[in-house]
């Protein structure tokens, strides 16, 4: 079994990241409105990142870690941007540092 980590846009422009061990089922839940919460009020989303994962672990952590993102971060991710990724997350811990 894999587990994959996935990013939608939302209808409403927000983006929206999760973890899941079937990808296709759990796109139609948030199609649906099924799952409820966030995406059920920000419908259609649309799939825009995902990432396979041995471990449902590796799954959520990849999860947790990108909820913690900017905008500008997740959108380099969707185009495989690691440059601007790693540049993004420079200036992200050098303004944290410097408060």
Known sequence: MSFNAYLLRCADVSYYAGH???LTRR?????SGECG???ATRLPVALVWSQEFVTREE???????IKGWS???KE?????????ISVLAKKSFVKKGGE
């Open 71 to 73: 905008r500008a971060k």
């Open 20 to 22: 899941t061990d079937d």
């Open 27 to 31: 796109l139609g839940q948030h199609q």
């Open 76 to 84: 380099a991710l969707m185009v495989g941007d690691w440059g601007r």
């Open 59 to 65: 799954a959520l952590a990849a999860e947790q870690q």
């Open 37 to 39: 919460g966030y995406t």
